[in-house]
């Protein structure tokens, strides 16, 4: 049974970082696509970070230059720097099982997630 937990999260103030980790079982890295997705309180999920099967990232602009997504062995990390108060939320991370590069940025597409980790960026 594939399991998705993700850790790391916390308060900072902003400027600050933060380094999110998700602890993934029993998935196949070769045919899915990995994400950290980003729920602000009374938003929709959305994806900040994608990684590939083959190690392909993507970034929304609003964190690119500032988020760092990468794995070891099977955890997905997230680098978070110079932290702003429009980061604060809880952070998911997703797998799909996608194998064409990229995939695809909605979360329709991802099978299994995590219960999420709270991070709040105090101004």
């Known amino acids: 049974q594939v399991r998705l937990m993700e850790s790391g999260g916390g308060s900072v103030q902003a400027g600050g970082s933060l380094r999110l980790a998700c602890t993934i079982s029993?998935?196949?890295?070769?045919?899915?696509?990995l994400a950290w997705f980003h729920q602000a309180p009374e938003k929709e999920r959305v994806w900040v970070s994608r990684?590939?099967?083959?190690?392909a990232t993507a970034y929304v602009p609003a964190v690119r230059g500032r988020f760092t997504i990468s794995r070891e062995k099977n955890n997905l990390l997230l680098q978070m720097n110079s932290l702003k108060s429009e980061d604060s939320g809880v952070y998911y991370c997703?797998?799909?099982?996608?194998?064409?590069?990229?995939?695809?940025?909605?979360?329709?597409?991802?099978?299994?997630w995590g219960q999420g980790t709270q991070v709040t960026v105090s101004s």
């Open positions: 990684m590939s099967a083959a190690g």
């Open positions: 997703g797998a799909a099982p996608f194998t064409g590069g990229l995939c695809p940025p909605d979360t329709n597409s991802f099978r299994h």
């Open positions: 029993e998935l196949n890295f070769r045919t899915h696509c």
